[in-house]
């Protein structure tokens, strides 16, 4: 057997140790005689893995008491529509931050329940940079805030949470929740799909804070009323079961290694040493603004695109793969979630210098 190092944006590397795990207990969970995936949702069982994995995560992020964390299916995309449903309250606008492709995709699906009021966009950068916070055209009686800190395909991300005041800040962290530390209480609602940064595909985590649900616009499904799924504790119908296993076990492995904070450490040198090895060289460009960085998503390009199929090919027999760009965005794509190790980058560092002392 040999694992790659796969730097594919999502679904994504889940740590080998959480597979190991998941393997053993495959056949026979805890003496159970079965699977997780076999259980009954609602069995003792099934039960204590989802209360467990829940009572991690609040650990981890250290959650305060007042916010529901629900434990969803459909995706981030399915949250584009719950977010204004459910958090509107009457109001008839709500605020959106443009700083790229899934910023827009958050507002086109808003728009079609409220006025979506873009009170800054990254357009005449080419999404390359985030306006500053400070020329940010906020209103006062938006429902909420919505942005997006980390853009995964073009790797733009907010390195401090935005100060919206009164008005309820909606964050999309897909693809950086779990990265670094922050402060939870900042937020009315953060959400995630599961397979960037927590486990399998099939799973949504949505954390919001309890007094801003219960009061949905008219026609919102039952599963997409927080209210609803926060009184079945996440189980009005039968959740994503698996997928929430290997999160919880992903929580276990995260606390065993030390919390958040040491994996953000762990994330920042990743990041600052495979933009410092790109900066270095005259054959390979990221073009994000250096103060908004992702550090989860680092993008880019070769000296000559020509040689775009060859880095790819000669990257893949070194164990590297999935490094093909976003298709909006070309060139190369390093995503380097949590799961992805230092020696992974490592890997990709050395071998993006031999490719460039050979073709550079
Ligand atoms: C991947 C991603 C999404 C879409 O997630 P799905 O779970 O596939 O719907 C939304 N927002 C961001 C920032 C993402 O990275």
New binding site residues.
């Given amino acids: 057997m040999s694992r790659k190092y796969n730097f594919s ?2 679904p994504a590397m889940i740590p080998q140790e959480v597979l190991e795990q998941a393997s053993s207990e495959m056949l026979d969970w805890h003496d159970s005689g079965m699977s997780p995936m076999e259980m009954s949702h609602r069995g003792k069982e099934y039960m204590s893995i989802a209360a467990e994995a829940e009572a991690d995560l609040r650990e981890l992020m250290v959650i305060p008491d007042n916010y529901k964390v629900l434990f969803l299916q459909g ?4 949250q584009f529509s719950a977010i204004p449903m459910n958090l509107l309250r009457g109001k008839k606008t709500a605020d959106y931050v443009n700083t790229g492709a ?1 910023s827009k ?1 958050a507002i086109a699906e808003a728009s079609k329940y409220c006025d979506v009021n873009v009170v800054a966009t990254g357009e005449n950068s080419n999404f390359m940079s985030i306006p500053d916070v400070e020329s940010w055209n906020l209103n006062e009686d938006a429902a909420y805030v919505h942005y ?1 800190p ?3 395909i073009a790797g733009v991300e907010f390195h401090s949470i935005p100060d919206t005041g009164d008005v309820p800040l909606v964050a ?1 962290m ?2 950086t929740i779990l990265s670094r530390p922050i402060d939870v209480s900042k937020f009315a609602l953060i959400y995630a ?1 599961a ?2 940064n927590i486990g399998p ?1 099939g799973l ?1 985590i949505v954390i919001v804070r309890d007094d801003l649900i219960g009061e949905t616009i008219e026609g919102t499904p039952a599963m997409m009323d927080y209210a609803i799924q926060a009184k079945a504790d996440s189980m009005y119908n039968t959740p994503a079961t698996y997928s929430w296993y290997i999160a919880g076990l992903v929580f276990k492995w995260l606390k065993k290694n030390g919390g958040i904070g040491v994996m953000g450490g762990i994330n920042k040198r990743k990041a600052d040493k495979l933009y410092a090895a790109i900066d270095a060289s005259d054959f390979y460009k990221n073009p994000v603004d250096v103060n908004c960085r992702s550090w989860m998503n680092v993008p880019f390009t070769l000296g000559n695109s020509d040689l775009d199929a060859d880095f790819l090919e000669q990257a893949a027999e070194n164990g590297l793969v999935t490094l093909k760009g976003h298709r909006s965005v070309g060139g190369m794509r390093a995503s380097i979630y949590n799961a992805m190790p230092e020696e992974g980058v490592d890997a990709l560092i050395a071998f993006m210098a031999e490719f460039e002392a050979k073709y550079g």
Avoid: H, I, P, Y
Avoid at 75 to 78: N, R, Y
């Fill in positions: 944006a999502g995706g981030a995309s399915s899934w995709k997006t980390n853009e995964t999309d897909s693809s799909g397979q960037k595909a949504t």
